[in-house]
């Protein structure tokens, strides 16, 4: 079953004894390739998940299991180094436990990142993609279950879950740093298996541009919280049937390493203008 309102409560008030007056205002969640940022925040106070009351373990490979709070680009932010996917076990609502209890904490905004594979045969693999919108048919929600009206209403309005003003804020420092940024919709599939060729085929037909196992679950969580949401993708591989290839994590965090530099530049902009 779920957690209740008091578990979030008990995370919440843990960190708190851990961060005193600090306030984390952004919660960055980064997918593969990005958690070094956390290792870049100042004053930081690091958390590791078994230390949270009621907190699970990462178990991906190259995913730290901890939030790091502090200053990153003179913003008060607490960085996931290591999130939760639904392909490990965890149930939808653990996915995104974390978005609930930071939003206990103060935070307001979610920056989410991950990789993911690219459905628009028009583009290429190591493009950057800004999320306008995602796709998550066929699965469960997060918040299935006896609604946390504490958090939010029982039947959120989803128009707008990539908040439009950070699009805008994200199309325009992308500009301004000479990074080509793409913009469409991702579409959620559980994973861990890649998608076949023919499921690509229906994530494009259905209006996908990109297909990963992550980040939908989580951006759903915070908007129903009210929080505002920046959602950016690195496009590491053609999706499957694309090219005459298969597909290999190896292939992704070599993808991943290879545009740290243009990807982490993005995001500490959008981070800074927010
Ligand atoms: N599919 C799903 N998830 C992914 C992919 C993909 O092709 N690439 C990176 N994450």
Known sequence: MGHTFAQYQESADYLRTRLGSFVPKVLMILGSGLGFLGDEVEDAVAVSYPDIPHFKPSTAPG????????????????????????????????????????R??????????NAAGCVNTAW?????????????????????????????????????????????????????????????????????QYETPAEVHLARTLGADAVGMSTAPEVIVAGHAGMEVLGLTLLSNMAAGILDQP?????????????????????LACLEAL
């Open 247 to 267: 597909l290999s994590e190896e292939e992704v965090l070599t993808a991943a390493e290879a545009a740290k530099g243009k990807f982490s530049a993005l995001v």
């Open 104 to 113: 206990l904490l103060g935070a307001e905004t979610l920056i989410v990142t």
């Open 63 to 102: 995913h730290k299991g901890r939030l790091v709070f502090g200053t990153l680009r003179g913003r008060p932010v607490a960085v996931m180094q290591g999130r939760m996917h639904h392909y490990e076990g965890y149930s939808y609502e653990e996915v995104a436990y974390a978005v609930r209890v930071l």
């Open 124 to 192: 290429s693999a190591g493009d950057l993609m800004l999320i306008t919108d995602h796709i998550k048919i066929f699965m469960e929600s997060p918040l299935r279950g006896p609604n946390l009206d504490q958090f939010g209403p029982r039947f959120p309005d989803a128009s707008h879950l990539y908040t439009p003003r950070l699009q805008d804020l994200a199309r325009e420092r992308a500009q301004a740093l000479g990074v080509p940024l793409r913009q469409g919709v991702y579409m959620y599939f559980p994973g861990p």
